[in-house]
């Protein structure tokens, strides 16, 4: 095996090289569902499966030589104590009828064997075990598992110390042309690195948990039951995020540079061979690829039948400049009424902690008209903490005594005019919610004396609690109310509109209000209408501590359709994705963003194709522009300082 294949522009997974010049093996990997391994029929596609199970004995014909297929079932199936190798293979037959008369009556098929434990009483990994001697002239080899640690604890629990005889018979079988199949958790077990379940994480993002497999490749780490198991989005793009982990596992430096991400949705194949990757099966295959200094994430997805080839460029080739063009508000953020007034600013805050916006917030608002026009004049921040009302109702749904009502509710509000009393000077005022006995009434949300205090604002803040608060206070999903409009003008006067949690939730025209789903699949998002001060936006908060988000946010993304009746402003594959951590904020001003905080803020930007998404991890201090290429789709170009 030859571990620096890797750095070959043609072999970017890492597959073993081939002994004859130009006669390169494949590796088939499949993501899970049991019909082709056993004989349950939850889904099972016979017509599928069956022309899954076809191309792989075409890729186990080599030459003009027929195929010699090696069958190894390691999902839970040893043989009975009482039980003869006749009996028990007899029973594997049955087990695995479907794929057992495929693989073993074809014309093409010179020879079909079992490998399992305890055959004949052979050391699996003895170089004179009979068995071994079949796997070494193996052209095929088909392997299921019920996970992806089985395999590696029998076969490569040393490694990489040593390297086992199992371990090199499989390598040679893709050396000399040939085709090696893992079904399910035996597909992620080929890999060198392997995800071996979870860490606990609490509520967070899904972390994986790691370990040395196979090592048939090196290139690249898979995982399977994409579509099917939550979190698995979370966990492999976090590894790729993250990569010292990777380094960590295989003391390796710079590993985590040239992984890629490889997930593979249920009765689905992912075909790798040299530097291409082929899908067949009912869903859909998944690639990450990395760039830009590890701060971007490119995701491609392959349905049956689609081919994709990877290979490397430096920057300058792949440098796109020269095609990019200006994009015009791209957010769809209020534009200034006229061009003596300065573009406005809207602010997303991911949740916690607001320290990194308290100062910035009032120089801000210096953009608005009024001040640009009277330099030195206190801007007019409100500050709106409606959102949280759900924990005003709990902590006042006792009280019958209407003055103990308003004294808590008095109370609450103070609290939150605390949080923003040591600010840099500036004239403070609030959204006062309606009466405690009347929460959900949104008729001051159309009242010109309740809204006052937003029509001469020059910032305004919302803070966290539940978007759904707001929404049900002061907006209506058809007619913009009042308290909307005044919104909007806030920021086409060149003034700030933002809000942490909750507040940044609300910005889009369509938000996302909560998670649904089955258990343990991956959410979706359930919409509803915000406030509308972002049009071609669809954004999460407390991205970095809230697991699912990612899920939700990118199957938005790929959704054209995300609310009956309703007319996206744009393209729907022009609709941008934006998710912000924890204690962290993003700045967006026309077509530009600045980054804040202790953590990150992400852009999400779907391909016209709607199969190519990628994702952009911002760092504090970071400044980018959005721009559009020659096909109309979005860019993100950091901004960086260069001698003129």
């Known amino acids: 095996f030859v571990a620096s294949a890797n750095a070959e522009k043609t072999n970017p997974f890492g597959l073993p090289l081939p002994e004859e010049s130009g006669l390169h093996g494949s590796i088939m990997l499949h993501g899970g569902g049991r019909g082709l391994a056993r004989n349950e029929q939850d889904e099972f596609d016979q017509e599928a499966a069956q022309a899954i199970l076809e191309r792989f004995l075409r890729l186990a014909t080599i030459g003009k030589n027929k195929a010699r297929i090696v069958f190894i079932p390691s999902e839970d199936l040893e043989i009975g104590e009482d039980e003869g190798p006749d009996e028990y293979e007899s029973?594997?037959?049955?087990?695995?009828?479907?794929?057992?008369?495929?693989?073993?009556?074809?014309?093409?098929?010179?020879?079909?064997?079992?490998?399992?434990?305890?055959?004949?009483?052979?050391?699996?990994d003895s170089k004179e075990c009979k068995h071994i001697a079949r796997l070494k002239e193996a052209t095929g080899v088909w392997i299921t598992a019920k996970d992806q640690e089985s395999l590696p604890s029998e076969f490569a629990a040393d490694y990489p110390e040593e390297t086992s005889e199992f371990q090199k018979a499989l390598r040679n079988v893709i050396a000399r042309g040939g085709v090696v199949s893992g079904l399910g958790g035996a597909s992620s077990s080929l890999a060198?690195?392997?995800?071996?379940?979870?860490?606990?994480?609490?509520?967070?993002?899904?972390?994986?948990?790691?370990r040395f497999g196979l090592a048939l490749f090196d290139g690249a780490i898979v995982d399977q039951n994409f579509d099917r198991r939550r979190g698995r989005l979370e966990r492999i793009t976090d590894l790729l995020r993250n990569g010292p982990r990777l380094n960590r596992v295989t003391e390796t430096p710079g590993i985590e540079r040239r992984t890629i991400g490889l997930g593979i949705d249920r009765y689905t194949v992912m075909i790798l061979n040299q530097n291409t990757a082929e899908v067949l099966?009912?869903?859909?295959?998944?690639?990450?690829?990395?760039?830009?200094?590890?701060?971007?994430?490119?995701?491609?997805?392959?349905?049956?039948?689609?081919?994709i080839s990877i290979r490397t460029g430096s920057?300058?080739?792949?440098?796109?400049?020269?095609?990019?063009?200006?994009?015009?508000?791209?957010?769809?953020?209020?534009?200034?009424?006229?061009?003596?007034?300065?573009?406005?600013?809207?602010?997303?805050?991911?949740?916690?902690?607001?320290?990194?916006?308290?100062?910035?917030?009032?120089?801000?608002?210096?953009?608005?008209?009024?001040?640009?026009?009277?330099?030195?004049?206190?801007?007019?921040?409100?500050?709106?903490?409606?959102?949280?009302?759900?924990?005003?109702?709990?902590?006042?749904?006792?009280?019958?005594r209407p003055e103990i009502r308003a004294a808590r509710h008095d109370q609450h509000l103070r609290t939150y005019y605390s949080v923003w009393a040591d600010m840099a000077p500036t004239r403070f005022e609030r959204v006062d919610f309606a009466a405690p006995d009347n929460l959900n009434d949104i008729a001051k949300a159309?009242?010109?004396?309740?809204?006052?205090?937003?029509?001469?604002?020059?910032?305004?803040?919302?803070?966290?609690?539940?978007?759904?608060?707001?929404?049900?206070?002061?907006?209506?999903?058809?007619?913009?109310?009042?308290?909307?409009?005044?919104?909007?003008?806030?920021?086409?006067?060149?003034?700030?509109?933002?809000?942490?949690?909750?507040?940044?939730?609300?910005?889009?025209?369509?938000?996302?209000?909560?998670?649904?789903?089955?258990?343990?699949?991956?959410?979706?998002?359930?919409?509803?209408?915000?406030?509308?001060?972002?049009?071609?936006?669809?954004?999460?908060q407390h991205f970095d501590a809230r697991s699912g988000r990612i899920e939700r946010l990118t199957a938005q993304l790929r959704n054209p359709n995300p609310v009956d009746n309703y007319k996206h402003p744009c393209e729907p594959w022009q609709m941008i994705g934006i998710a912000v951590d924890e204690k962290t904020a993003l700045t967006i001003c026309d077509s530009r963003i600045q980054v804040g905080g202790e953590k990150l803020a992400h852009i999400f930007l779907l391909a016209m194709d709607g199969n190519t998404l990628t994702w952009h991890a911002l760092k504090s201090g970071d400044f980018a522009i959005l721009k559009k290429n020659m096909k109309e789709e979005h860019v993100l170009e950091f901004e960086k300082w260069r001698f003129d």
């Open 91 to 124: 029973r594997l037959k049955k087990e695995y009828a479907f794929s057992h008369d495929i693989l073993k009556k074809g014309d093409e098929v010179e020879s079909f064997d079992w490998f399992y434990p305890g055959q004949d009483g052979c050391k699996h």
């Open 281 to 307: 099966g009912k869903r859909l295959g998944h690639i990450f690829l990395k760039e830009n200094g590890d701060r971007s994430v490119i995701w491609k997805t392959l349905k049956n039948g689609q081919k």
């Open 446 to 540: 159309n009242d010109e004396k309740f809204v006052k205090n937003l029509t001469k604002a020059h910032a305004l803040w919302f803070s966290g609690g539940d978007q759904k608060n707001l929404t049900a206070l002061f907006g209506h999903a058809k007619k913009p109310t009042k308290f909307q409009e005044a919104i909007i003008n806030i920021v086409r006067q060149g003034g700030v509109v933002g809000g942490t949690s909750a507040g940044l939730a609300v910005m889009p025209t369509l938000m996302i209000s909560e998670g649904v789903g089955e258990p343990f699949e991956p959410e979706n998002a359930k919409m509803a209408f915000g406030f509308g001060v972002l049009e071609n936006v669809y954004a999460e």
């Open 192 to 210: 060198e690195t392997v995800i071996n379940g979870n860490t606990d994480s609490g509520n967070g993002w899904v972390r994986a948990r790691l």
């Open 315 to 400: 920057d300058n080739e792949l440098d796109s400049d020269a095609t990019l063009k200006t994009s015009r508000n791209p957010f769809g953020m209020p534009a200034p009424e006229d061009d003596s007034i300065k573009w406005g600013r809207v602010v997303l805050h991911g949740g916690q902690s607001t320290d990194e916006i308290r100062n910035l917030y009032p120089q801000l608002a210096t953009s608005h008209r009024e001040l640009s026009a009277n330099p030195g004049q206190l801007p007019r921040l409100v500050h709106c903490p409606a959102a949280d009302k759900g924990d005003l109702l709990s902590a006042i749904k006792d009280e019958t």
